[in-house]
């Protein structure tokens, strides 16, 4: 069996700030297109891609029209609930993915979002995820 384990994913996107909100009621109220050539100037030469992971944007919602997952993939989500990128950590996996929480393994386990890489459990935990033994 193929798998995909992941750190961390945003396969959702993410909330963080009320950004999506704030998007879905520019989307509702028509001045979305407007914001969004207003901020393409400031935030594209900094980070293009970061309008994209936030829930509701548009490379979200295509990804979900043409189906997330593939036959025949065990996919695996390590997450933390002291993520502070991905909001909500726990919510944003695909139906039907393994999620791993770091604080059911070690409720004393904060890490962030950009630690989950250099993180030990949550190396250990992939290892796991992909059938090497790592816990």
Same mark, same amino acid.
């Given at each position: 069996?193929?798998?995909? &384990?992941?750190?961390?994913?945003?396969?959702?996107?993410?909330?963080?700030?009320?950004?999506?909100?704030?998007?879905?009621?520019?989307?509702?109220? !028509? &001045?979305?297109?407007?914001?969004?050539?207003?901020?393409?100037? /400031?935030? *594209?030469?900094?980070?293009? +891609?970061?309008?994209?992971?936030?829930?509701?944007?548009?490379? =979200?919602?295509?990804?979900? $029209?043409?189906?997330?997952?593939?036959?025949?993939?065990?996919?695996?989500?390590?997450?933390? &609930?002291?993520?502070?990128?991905?909001?909500?950590?726990?919510?944003?996996?695909?139906?039907?993915? $393994?999620?791993?929480? /770091?604080?059911?393994? *070690?409720?004393?386990?904060?890490?962030?979002?950009?630690?989950?890489?250099?993180?030990?459990?949550?190396?250990? =935990?992939?290892? *796991? $995820?992909? !059938?090497?033994? +790592?816990?």
């Amino acid at each position: 069996m193929r798998s995909l &384990t992941t750190l961390g994913p945003m396969w959702d996107g993410t909330e963080i700030g009320g950004l999506a909100a704030t998007e879905e009621l520019g989307r509702r109220i !028509g &001045t979305y297109d407007l914001v969004l050539s207003l901020e393409r100037p /400031l935030v *594209d030469p900094v980070c293009a +891609g970061c309008r994209e992971v936030i829930h509701g944007s548009d490379l =979200l919602r295509d990804l979900r $029209a043409r189906e997330l997952s593939t036959d025949g993939v065990r996919y695996t989500d390590i997450v933390s &609930t002291c993520d502070g990128f991905v909001v909500p950590a726990t919510g944003a996996s695909m139906p039907g993915t $393994a999620v791993v929480t /770091l604080q059911d393994h *070690d409720p004393g386990n904060c890490a962030g979002h950009f630690a989950l890489p250099r993180d030990r459990l949550a190396r250990a =935990l992939a290892l *796991d $995820a992909v !059938g090497r033994r +790592g816990v």
